[in-house]
Each structure stands twice: as C-alpha cells, then as structure tokens.
C-alpha cells in the first residue's frame, strides 16, 4: 500500500541567507539539500527565496519586506509550509509564523520530522523521540499561546500554575523518562558489543545518502533497506563478514549531514559509540555529487568531535558509475582544473591517493571493482587481526578471481 504523502506532497517554500558565512554559490548548495530534504520529508518545493544579510533579523531572521514577498506568494499558491535553511529560535519561529499564517520549519525540526519518519525500531524510535521533546521544550510558548491561563472563577481562585508551565512540567518529566530508557538501552548494547568477542570491527561512514547500505548488501549479503532519499536507514546493522578465510563484523550507520542538529548528535550517542569502538572506519563518499570535497570535510568533522578521525580510514568513493565530469575549457580563466572538471583516472592522481588513507573507486549499485575493495579491506583488516592474534596468520587467496573465498 502506497503511503498517501507519496501521491499528494505538500506545498513547501524554502528560504536561505546569504551573508558573512556563506556566498551565493555555497548558499545555493545548502538549498539544493534543504531541498532534496523536503522532498524526502514529503514536501514538493515549489519555489526557493533568498536575502543578502550581514546577518540575520533577531525577531524575524529575514527582513519584513521579503517576508511581504513570501506573504504574498504563499497566498497565491497555497503554500502550507516555509522551511527555512538555518535553525530558527523559538521567538523567530514564533513570530514569523504569526505574520506567514502557515507552518514553519528549520532545518532542525525538518531533519528530526524525517527521522521520526524512518525510525522503525524501538530504539531509534526512543532517540528520535527524545530529540523532538528536546527540540520542543522552548518553542512551547509559541505552541500554547491560545491557553495562556486557566480558566479562573469560583472555586478556581488561589495558588496554580498556568498551562505552559504545565505542559514544561510535563516535557521535561518525558525528557527525564526517556533519558532513563536509552541509559537502560545503552548499557544493554554495550553488553552487546563486548560479547562480540575480539573480531576485528568496521563500520561504513559518511554523508547520508552516498550508498553505504547499498555497499552492506552487496559485501555482507543482507538486505538492508536501500533507497534514494536522505536518511534512508537509522538503526545501525552489524553483520560478520567473511573475505578469504578472514571474519570481521560490519556495520551500517546513520549518515552524516552538515549542519546535523545537535539534540540528534545527543540522543544517538549509542548508535554513533559503533563508530567509536571500531576498528577500521570505510568512509563512503558519492563521487558523483558536486560537493562530494564539502561532505568529506562535513563527516570528517563529526568523526573529530567523535574523537574517531585517527583511526586507520579506507576512503571508498562510490557511484564511479554516474559520475560525469562538468566540461571545462583552456580558455576560461580558472589557473587549474576543479576536481569537478576532471575525470576519474585524473582524481586517481590527485590528493585522493596521495592522502595517508588508501583510496578505492566502485560502484556499489553496478558491482563494479568491488572485488579490489574486497581486497583492500580484507589487507587493512588483517593488519589489525594479526596485532591482535599474532599465533595466527592469513594469507589472502592467490587466485582473486575465486569467488568462492571471496
């Protein structure tokens, strides 16, 4: 059964600034994913609005004339929702929604709202949920607005609490509650884990949507769900993974995004602790996207504040299949070629192998050079396995072709 978002998207706008952090190329980019966002959310954008600031309006984040202009747009086509690129505060939300008259969104709340979407287990739902009552707790106000107070009246007279304070109250007990639950969760993966015994862990990383799943199925043979919207899959899957005569666990994480809320870096600490007792971290990156050099720089930082950007990373650049040079000419005026302007075997020579982390370029989808991955994980994995079992030693099979050691 096709679920009715499916058929019927809601009327979106979305709004970026342009200001001392960010250009009009840069802010284009983060439009094209708030967009990619929406969509995945069930959103059909029907237009984008932008407004050069030095910085933003701290009643309204943009000025009154553009919201005019969105006013009126919005009365024309019946737009139900404005997202706005950047995390709005509760008194901007709240004001910009009394003069808009519709539903506003940040980038926040429109990341949280599809996790809360694609949370399908217990845990992830209780993450999600705890993210979103973190999220809410000081935009109550402007939820409530319409019950200031009890009502007051004979009998009603003397000492109370008005209703926002109630619904805090009631918030904050939930936040506390659920607090209580992931501790209880996290100690029981963390026995988990430790039963895993010593094999050797690694874990795919990267930008949301760049095939890591795709690459789990087609390595580990399960059956995780794949698809092309952002934030596919949440919970994290582990698999034991046999190349040559040589086991290790696999698993699959949440993918990274920039300007990644921070109530959801908090409430999935447990699902990102994999990342953090892994061994060997696969950083799968989509080649094909023209910011691909912009994610690597994104989820290189999360792993900093991870505290996991030192240990031994593969890069696995992925979907070499779609990947299309943008043309380039001698004459235009650029001093050297752009990693968009080149082709595969000139990235081959570029930083992308003169990095201390190995590079591999496949295709996940269309298995293309996968078993050169195969053999480069199975290498850097056994570097760490014969340090942790010296009495053992693997050697990797003479004959590559041999599919069935592989």
């Avoid at 429109?110 to 992830?124: G, H, P, V, W």
């Avoid at 079992?389 to 599919?403: A, G, H, I, T, V």
Wanted: net charge positive; charged share 30%; hydrophobic share 35%.
């Amino acid at each position: 059964m096709i679920e009715k978002k499916s058929l019927d998207y809601e009327k979106t706008i979305i709004v970026g600034i342009v200001d001392s952090n960010q250009n009009h190329e840069t802010t284009g980019e983060y439009l094209d994913e708030l967009e990619f966002l929406s969509y995945t959310a069930g959103g059909n954008v029907l237009k984008r609005f932008t407004q050069n600031l030095n910085q933003p309006n701290p009643k309204t984040f943009i000025g009154k004339g553009k919201l005019n202009e969105i006013f009126e747009y919005n009365k024309l086509n019946n737009v139900s929702s404005v997202i706005f690129d950047d995390e709005l505060s509760p008194a901007q939300q709240a004001n910009i929604e009394k003069f808009l008259k519709c539903k506003i969104l940040d980038r926040t709340g429109l990341i949280l709202d599809i996790f809360a979407q694609r949370a399908k287990t217990s845990y992830a739902r209780t993450q999600v949920e705890l993210a979103q009552y973190e999220y809410i707790l000081p935009r109550l106000k402007g939820l409530w607005t319409h019950l200031e107070r009890q009502r007051g009246g004979i009998g009603m007279r003397g000492p109370g609490e008005t209703e926002i304070e109630t619904d805090r109250r009631i918030v904050r007990d939930k936040i506390s509650l659920l607090k209580k639950k992931l501790l209880l969760i996290d100690k029981q993966m963390s026995t988990q884990r430790g039963n895993r015994g010593a094999l050797v862990r690694v874990s795919l990383v990267g930008y949301t949507n760049v095939g890591k799943s795709t690459l789990m199925n087609s390595i580990a043979k399960t059956k995780v769900f794949a698809e092309n919207k952002l934030f596919a899959t949440l919970d994290t899957t582990v698999r034991k993974v046999v190349i040559g005569n040589l086991p290790f666990l696999l698993s699959d994480t949440v993918g990274f995004i920039r300007k990644l809320p921070t109530q959801l870096v908090e409430s999935f600490k447990s699902t990102l602790d994999e990342v953090q007792e892994s061994d060997l971290l696969l950083h799968v990156v989509d080649i094909s996207h023209q910011n691909f050099e912009n994610h690597i720089e994104a989820v290189n930082q999360i792993l900093d504040d991870l505290k996991s950007l030192n240990k031994p990373i593969l890069m696995i650049f992925n979907k070499i299949d779609k990947y299309i040079p943008e043309p380039w000419d001698d004459s235009d005026l650029i001093l050297e070629k752009e990693s968009k302007h080149q082709t595969l075997s000139e990235l081959k020579k570029t930083w992308m192998n003169k990095s201390k982390n190995f590079s591999v370029f496949i295709s996940a989808l269309k298995k293309e050079n996968l078993e050169f991955f195969r053999k480069k994980v199975y290498e850097e994995v056994r570097k760490i396995h014969v340090t942790r079992f010296p009495y053992n030693n693997f050697l990797y099979p003479e004959d590559l072709d041999n599919k069935k050691n592989i």
